[in-house]
């Protein structure tokens, strides 16, 4: 079936250190795969997204690569800030017949910067 | 362009009743998916509407039910409220294949 692993967390980093959080995943063919990110009583926010092989998906400084031969999308940022604490979960969405567009999830990582 | 928006953001119930929570999706979106968030079991695909019709349904017991209507406002139902589904819940609408989450309803059932 389908499944998403993420890196358990929680993650504690200094302000501006380098992240990696780890999402290897499970599916057939060539799912979409996406960052979300969760900020303390919100819902979740598209972080960036890949759709094929080898597409780096980027946005505020955050970045992921999609890698098919490892089945792997981590995310990374080169400088963090207090503001980037939040939860971070990684998902696909599956190649489907019926084009549903449903997400699995991994079960997020979260991560605290301090100052 | 406004985005998701649910109602109500917070609900308090007790055993035994239902519950209809409300996603007006994202202007022009067709696509309405609803997801449970508990801290146990993390993200749990419900279902997924698409032009008024279900197109996917998750692992949930049949107390779960959903709807969309024409204007692509779509509804949840849960009947029989037990403590476990205490949640919060998660309204997303797409157009190609990206979803863009509501802010959820906490549903605490007493």
Known sequence: G????QMEGPVTLSEEAFLTINCTYTATGYPSLFWYVQYPGEGLQLLLKATKADDKGSN???????RKETTSFHLEKGSVQVSDSAVYFCALSPITQGGS????????TKLTVNP | KAGVTQTP????????QQVTLSCSPISGHRSVS????TP?????????YFSETQRNKGNFPGR?????????????????????DSALYLCASSLTKTQYF???????VL
């Open chain 1, 2 to 5: 389908n499944s998403v692993t």
């Open chain 1, 60 to 66: 505020k400084g955050f970045e992921a690569t999609y």
């Open chain 1, 101 to 108: 567009e449903k997400l699995v999830f991994g079960k997020g």
């Open chain 2, 9 to 16: 953001r917070y609900l308090i119930k007790t055993r035994g």
């Open chain 2, 34 to 37: 609803w997801y449970q968030q």
């Open chain 2, 40 to 48: 146990g079991q993390g993200l749990q695909f419900l279902f997924e």
């Open chain 2, 64 to 84: 779960f039910s959903g709807r969309q209507f024409s204007n692509s406002r779509s509804e949840m139902n849960v009947s029989t409220l037990e403590l476990g």
């Open chain 2, 102 to 108: 509501g802010p959820g309803t906490r549903l605490l």
